[in-house]
């Protein structure tokens, strides 16, 4: 025992009503499946269930669809932007005034640290609704002609690492440019959706113009190859994004793909360290590095090579994994049995590859699904764990000598997505910022998101942006 | 982060050569720090830690002895209705009313403060400033709070500043020496950085953020840069120095801040009144009455504890 242990601080959850199942949300109601079809969803925490969830099949995503295409047709495509930018502010400050709600509910339901789900997830939502909702009048200053005409409907599939933050992407831009959507939230993390669509419904807003359909692969193949889409957006794995890119290819949807990643986190000799150490930390110890723009690799200039990593081992050992409703935990549970078991398995890879594996002491809980920070030291670039998206807590630290050698090791990979520059010096991070082949290259800090910047992956991370005055492009026919 | 230097030229290379302090980086750590929840047990503890932490100053023009010797009463017996709370770590007063505090404190645990060196600008010539802490030691100090001469600080003259340090140190005659960098007019995080490394290589027991007189004086963001470096240079030099953050400090809720960045910065070594101290007045009353609340379960009002 240490002198000053933190009692345990947890979030109540009373302040979450979950019902015990959930419909669809089609056309404004929650209403059953045809198929009358369910699966559950837990908390990855503690393997308590949460809800029973409907799982649409190809008859509801139809019933979605057309619901949406109504709204399109005869509602929301007719409102000048002032009035559909009413809706999003509306949507925006409830989501604000319910945030602990969905905060609490999105730890429970994912595992994040409520700390996380407070401070970043849901104020990035409202942020997302609040920005996208100043564009909705604006459309003819965003740079696509005088008066840019949306798509009609969006098919949206989206993934179960930032659940509401990631629905938030998707529907504020499309609702902002003219579009309606069906989204259908990942397997693992349906509920902060549903509750949107509850706010949805709070907001008045017209029936239609936003449809969920939960449920998992098969409904999102539903979704993405229904001839009544006009619009696909992805954020998920680069496996999947490849299908979807296909399934489309005959079509003449539009597509944006955001996918995997294996993001660089260049540390150089002259960088503050104390701070470069939060930043690796919270490049892919933050959301357990379930982020598609996680530091996974940490690059760190061979001449402060020992320094830097004995910093970071120690920083390393105060982190407190556990509870995610602990207001005090910084490492929640890994969402799924199934990512535990990918994470599990490309660890042990990396192992038998012969790189060296360190953890901090830490305990594990029993039950639910857990993996400790991880740091690879010795990896090459020839071992999978440098290639491969782990899409969990696990760094793989390489090294370089000279900037040059930092940008063609940070570039030599299948992905592109965002990638991190540590040094003081501020003409270098211009250098390198210029030649990283990523969508985002942060400076001196990591994983910042901001929704007027916009966001997405170079080759196999994805096409298209989000956010920002060029995500807009994505919901508008230019 | 090696030996000490011994010339200006090799000095100024040193301090320079420090790794950068980010500011975003370092103010968006602390904030992340001030989010930790304190609760029951966690708080009773913290509580009790920073009472015993606590330099209980007045540092008035109006000072008396009447009003250093009520001081003295109360640090001792912070709470007159409870004596399980614990004493304050040491009363610091101005070197002319230390005779005052010594006699009062005699026996008692409680430590001796005092400013010196021409608190708080520091602007006068060094044998005053030298005559300065020897009166307050004669007088019966066994703690010195110095100030560091900021200008020749600002202007690059490292070696003054170092210099200045170590004639203190021996002027102190053994009596313990916090160094007060008054990181309100440093302004930047490197200079507080390089200011803390200075006074350590010159022989710091303690290092201080602010005289109290200068606004802004202890932020969360300054004190963990100064943790930072106590660390690093106990790692490098094997000799642990501790920090003492000062002014402005007022709500229980702000102390246990201090401590969870002390906890998870340097670590729990420095979780100890020899390593780590509270400059404070009004705070310890604040303490005190969130100590009665976690006993009782409820607040009283502030005429239940005393007026110093």
């Not at chain 1, 999102?220 to 890119?245: M, N, Q, Y």
């Not at chain 2, 020749?152 to 003259?157: P, S, W």
């Amino acid at each position: 025992m240490g002198k000053f242990e933190y009692a345990p601080a947890p979030e109540s959850r009373d302040i979450v009503s979950l019902r015990e199942s959930y419909g669809l949300f089609i056309g404004g109601e929650f209403t059953p499946g045809v198929d009358d079809r369910a699966f559950k969803t837990i908390s990855p925490a503690t393997e308590e269930i949460l809800a029973e969830v409907t799982e649409a099949g190809p008859a509801d995503v139809d019933r979605a669809v057309s619901a949406a295409r109504q709204a399109y047709e005869h509602t929301w495509s007719r409102l000048p932007g002032k009035e559909r930018a009413k809706y999003l502010f509306r949507i925006a400050r409830i989501v604000q005034e319910k945030a602990r709600e969905l905060a609490v509910l999105e730890s429970l339901d994912n595992g994040k640290p409520i700390r996380e789900s407070r401070d970043v997830d849901i104020p990035l939502v409202a942020a997302h609704f609040f920005y996208h909702a100043g564009w909705a009048d604006k459309l003819e200053y965003a740079g696509y002609g005088p008066a840019p005409r949306p798509l009609g409907v969006a098919g949206q599939v989206i993934p179960w690492n930032f659940p509401l933050l990631m629905l938030a992407w998707k529907i504020a831009p499309a609702l902002a440019c003219g579009n309606t959507v069906v989204l259908k939230p990942a397997e693992t993390t349906p509920l902060t959706a549903l509750a949107f669509a509850e706010i949805c419904q709070q907001a008045d807003l017209p029936p239609g113009v936003v449809n969920i359909v939960t449920g998992a692969g098969e409904t999102g193949r539903a979704l993405v190859t229904h001839p009544g889409i006009d619009k696909v957006a992805f954020t998920g794995s680069t496996e999947v994004g490849k299908e979807i890119a296909r399934a489309c290819a005959p079509s003449r949807k539009k597509l944006t793909l955001e996918l995997g990643g294996k993001a660089a986190n260049i540390v150089f000799e002259d960088a503050p360290v104390d701070q470069a150490v939060e930043g690796i930390v919270n490049g892919i110890f933050f959301n357990q590095g379930h982020v598609c723009c996680a530091g996974s690799r940490l690059l760190v200039q061979e001449s402060v090579h020992a320094e830097v990593l004995a910093a970071l081992r120690r920083r390393l050992e105060t982190l407190r994994l556990g509870d995610p409703l602990d207001k005090n935990t910084d490492v929640g549970a890994i969402n799924s049995a199934a990512q535990l078991a990918k994470i599990r398995e490309l660890s042990e890879v990396g192992e038998a590859e012969g790189a060296q594996r360190w953890s901090p002491p830490c305990e594990l809980p029993v039950k639910g699904f857990w993996f400790p920070p991880t740091v690879f030291t010795g990896v090459s670039q020839a071992h999978r764990i440098a290639r491969e998206e782990i899409f969990g807590p696990v760094l793989s630290v390489l090294t370089f000598r000279t900037p040059a050698e930092a940008v063609e090791k940070a570039n030599n990979t299948p992905y592109g997505l965002s990638a991190g520059v540590w040094t003081e010096k501020g003409s270098l991070i211009l250098w390198m910022a210029s030649r990283l082949r990523a969508g985002v290259v942060w400076a001196n800090t990591f994983n910042k998101f901001d929704p007027a910047s916009p966001f997405g992956g170079y080759k196999e991370s994805g096409y298209g942006r989000e956010g920002g005055r060029h995500g807009l492009e994505a919901y508008l026919d230019v | 982060m090696s030996a000490p230097a011994e010339t200006q030229a090799s000095l100024r290379g040193f301090l320079h050569g420090l790794p950068g302090v980010d500011r975003v980086g370092a103010e968006a750590r602390a904030a992340m720090l001030a989010s930790r929840s304190i609760k029951t047990t966690a708080k009773r503890w913290a509580l009790d830690a920073a009472i015993s932490m606590i330099d209980l100053t007045t540092l008035e023009g109006q000072d008396t002895p009447g009003k250093v010797r009520a001081l003295c009463a109360k640090a001792k017996r912070p709470d007159p209705a409870d004596p399980t709370a614990p004493m304050v770590a040491a009363v610091c007063v101005y070197p002319d009313l230390a005779h005052v505090a010594a006699g009062e404190l005699k026996g008692s645990g409680v430590h001796v403060a005092s400013v010196a060196t021409a608190f708080p600008s520091g602007r006068t010539s060094l044998d005053v400033k030298l005559a300065d802490v020897k009166y307050a030691v004669a007088a019966g100090a066994d703690e010195v709070d110095m100030v560091i001469d900021r200008g020749a600080f600002l202007a690059g003259r490292y070696q003054q500043v170092f210099d200045e340090i170590t004639a203190v140190r021996e002027a102190c005659d053994g009596a313990h020496l916090k160094v007060i960098l008054e990181t309100g007019e440093l302004v930047t995080l490197d200079n507080v950085r390089r200011a803390s490394w200075l006074a350590m290589l010159a022989g710091a027991d303690f290092i201080k953020t602010s005289t109290g007189k200068v606004t802004p004086a202890a932020t969360l963001p300054v004190t963990l840069v100064m943790l930072e470096a106590v660390r690093d240079f106990r790692e490098a030099h094997g000799r642990q120095v501790g920090v003492k953050p000062a002014g402005g400090i007022r709500t229980a809720k702000d102390a246990l801040r201090y401590l969870v960045l002390v906890n998870e910065t340097a670590g729990e070594d420095w979780l100890d009144p020899r390593w780590f101290r509270l400059g404070a007045s009004s705070l310890l009353n604040d303490l005190l009455m969130q100590r009665t609340k976690m006993a009782t379960g409820r607040y009283s009002g502030p005429d239940y504890f005393t007026l110093d």
